[in-house]
């Protein structure tokens, strides 16, 4: 379960924006423009919305 916490680090990091983008498939945390996963190569990138 993500804690509160957790997001508002993500928001921190990342404050020009208000949308998490991440790897479906390893979790690994992308650029918004970025569509395939660095990580795994994984082309599935989920966009969460924290606002
Ligand atoms: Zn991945």
Redesign the pocket.
């Known amino acids: 379960m993500l804690s509160k916490q957790f997001i508002q680090q993500i928001v921190r990091l990342d404050p020009s924006s208000a949308t998490h983008h991440e790897?479906r498939?390893?979790?690994?945390s992308v650029e918004k423009d970025v569509d395939e996963?660095p990580?795994?190569?994984?082309q599935e990138i989920a966009a969460y919305n924290l606002e």
């Open positions: 790897c498939h390893c979790g690994y996963c990580q795994c190569g994984s």
